[in-house]
């Protein structure tokens, strides 16, 4: 079975760091691009970045360059998102997802919350 | 950056009936389009990719339509399960700035 695990979620004070990990199984996760996608409360989907699958080509949504950094290691089966700089309004469900050809998102991780606030 | 705008924002069809969801791209994104159903406290859920290729384990009632800028998402007969939030999403600038519509919540008349 196809299982992404995201953790590493929590509450964060405004210019704190936080670094999220997502555990991949039940497929070969070195031959597809991953992505994170976040959700703030209430509110609709933003795709935040993605990876190649050897790591070599990395993008970001304009409101995250510079303050997060997405990467993966293929021997442990794992996807990353360090969080830098962070402010209230990076608050939201994160998600993890395997990306089919680099292009849709299926599957999707249950997502891990977090919260900036003081 | 290509904007996606969805309509109506929130519709109300009894269980059984046709359901038309549409999705309009700021410019064109030729087939590079997915669908998603999104039930509350659960992760997205693929449906529809290129348009109009259901997902694997979609049933026959979701289908998908449209090119260019403009698409439409048809639930045939809605079941009790299909109502839920859905998101249209656009891969045209593949291998980044994907952007998603702001959803259509599909509720019980």
């Known amino acids: 079975e196809v299982q992404l695990v995201e953790s590493g979620g929590g509450l964060v004070q405004p210019g704190g760091s936080l670094r999220l990990s997502c555990a991949a199984s039940g497929f070969t996760f070195s031959s597809y691009w991953m992505s994170w996608v976040r959700q703030a409360p209430g509110k609709g989907l933003e795709w935040v970045a993605n990876?190649?699958?050897?790591?070599?080509?990395?993008y970001y949504v304009d409101s995250v360059k510079g303050r997060f950094t997405i990467s993966r290691d293929n021997a442990k089966n794992s996807l990353y998102l360090q969080m830098n700089s962070l402010r209230a309004e990076d608050t939201a469900v994160y998600y993890c997802?395997?990306?089919?050809?680099?292009?849709?998102?299926?599957?999707w991780g249950q997502g891990t919350l977090v919260t900036v606030s003081s | 950056e290509i904007v996606m705008t969805q309509s109506p924002a929130t519709l109300s069809v009894s269980p059984g009936e046709r359901a038309t969801l549409s999705c309009r791209a700021s410019?064109?994104?030729?087939?590079?389009l997915a669908w998603y159903q999104q039930k509350p406290g659960q992760a997205p859920r693929l449906l529809i990719y290129?348009?109009?290729t259901r997902a694997t384990g979609i049933p026959a009632r979701f289908s998908g339509s449209g090119s260019g800028t403009e698409f439409t998402l048809t639930i045939s007969s809605l079941q009790s399960e299909d109502f839920a939030v859905y998101y249209c999403?656009?891969?045209?600038?593949?291998?980044?700035?994907?952007?998603f519509g702001q959803g259509t919540k599909l509720e019980i008349k």
């Open positions: 290129g348009a109009s």
């Open positions: 997802a395997t990306t089919i050809f680099g292009n849709w998102f299926d599957p």
């Open positions: 999403q656009q891969y045209n600038n593949w291998p980044g700035l994907y952007t």
């Open positions: 410019q064109s994104v030729s087939s590079n």
């Open positions: 990876i190649k699958q050897d790591g070599s080509e990395k």
